[in-house]
């Protein structure tokens, strides 16, 4: 990065402020249980976790919106939660973290989804999931959209959808959500489960990492740049996207445009540094690309502010979100060691 796109990155972030991006998608709540392991247990092969501490974070859709507001930006949140215990605790932390929940539809024959993980010596010993997707009925699907059209009104500049297979991400509600954000030009960013990648026609931008890319076309996973490009470049022509970010952990992430009737790729590389945890990396790239783009950035420029916040988070222990002071930190270090 030189000088120039420093200063240029410094002011597109000086633009957060308040900035309104809709989330539309599966939220849950994650849990962490941390601790020490010393010993095998006697009763079966396993390691006997000693617990010394629990703690619950937003996730899903829900950590998507706490990483527009770390960035000072104003996301309404839609998306169905049950009426239980899981549901209150997601609305204290988003409240805690700046994001309302007034636009969140609560379901009483829904169970709101958990994921719980246990934690020792800084490695994930066993992840376990509550969740009922077909608990999620029409009338929830329906009463969201409703929430969903509400807050494109209200002046929204971005629609992220962020697809976690959970049920409310499903062919009738992608295209509804889709065309409602059409109608008011509002452009549409999609974490995409390789499930429904096919009905991302059109999109401003898809954030695939290569598994799903390569799993979205029904190909087989091939390693080397080389192919990334091929893949991508069959991507944008199959699905008539405005762009395309194929994120590549640790070989950075390649992004796709359109210049005039030509497609051009750009490779961002990442810089060597310790990675603690990916656990909601892909929540924080499209938050970052939406709202920098949302911003006035370019598409290239979007990308990059993304790769940087990917950076910080993943060298946080658990689901995590980055700040504009350390999104710019991370970019004049750039500058530093080039």
């Known amino acids: 990065m030189t000088k120039a ?6 002011a597109i972030v000086a633009g957060f402020r308040g900035r309104k991006i809709a989330v539309f998608g599966d939220l849950m709540l994650d849990r962490y249980i941390k601790g020490s392991v ?37 996301p309404s949140l839609v998306s169905v939660t049950g009426r239980d215990a ?10 805690a973290a700046g994001v309302s929940a007034a636009s969140l539809v609560r379901d009483g024959a829904f169970r709101t989804i958990e994921k719980t993980r246990v934690i020792a010596e800084h490695q994930q010993v066993v992840r376990f999931d509550h969740e009922y997707p077909a608990l999620l009925g029409q009338p929830a699907r329906r009463a969201a959209l409703s929430s969903l059209e509400a807050a494109l009104a209200d002046g929204c500049q971005a629609l992220i959808l962020s697809d976690y297979g959970k049920g409310l991400l499903e062919p009738s509600t992608i295209k509804a959500a889709i065309g409602l954000a059409a109608r008011r030009g509002v452009p549409v960013f999609v974490d995409p489960k390789v499930e429904h990648f096919q009905l991302y026609r059109g999109v401003a931008c898809i954030t695939p990492n290569t598994s799903e ?7 087989t996973q091939k390693d080397g740049q080389e192919h990334a490009e091929k893949l991508g470049r069959d991507i944008m022509r199959r699905l008539g996207l405005r762009s395309l ?31 603690f945890d990916v656990t909601g990396a892909g929540d924080t790239v499209i938050s970052t690309l939406a709202l920098t783009w949302a911003a006035g950035a370019a598409p290239e420029e979007a990308a990059t502010a993304a790769n940087f916040a990917a950076g910080i988070v993943v060298a946080k222990l658990g689901t995590a979100s980055a700040s504009v002071e350390e999104l710019l930190e991370s970019a004049k270090s750039w500058i530093k060691t080039a």
């Open 213 to 219: 890319a390569y799993g979205g076309m029904r190909q």
């Open 5 to 10: 796109a420093y200063k240029r990155l410094s």
């Open 86 to 95: 899981p549901a209150e605790e997601l609305t204290s932390l988003l409240a």
């Open 245 to 275: 970010l194929i994120t590549q952990g640790e070989h950075g992430m390649t992004l796709f445009t359109r210049k005039a009737s030509a497609l051009a790729s750009t490779h961002i590389p990442t810089r060597a540094r310790e990675v």
């Open 38 to 74: 010393k010993r095998i247990s006697p009763e079966a092969p396993v390691p006997v976790v000693r617990v010394t501490s629990e703690s619950s974070v937003c996730g899903g859709a829900a950590n998507v919106a706490v990483n527009l507001a770390a960035f000072g930006a104003s």
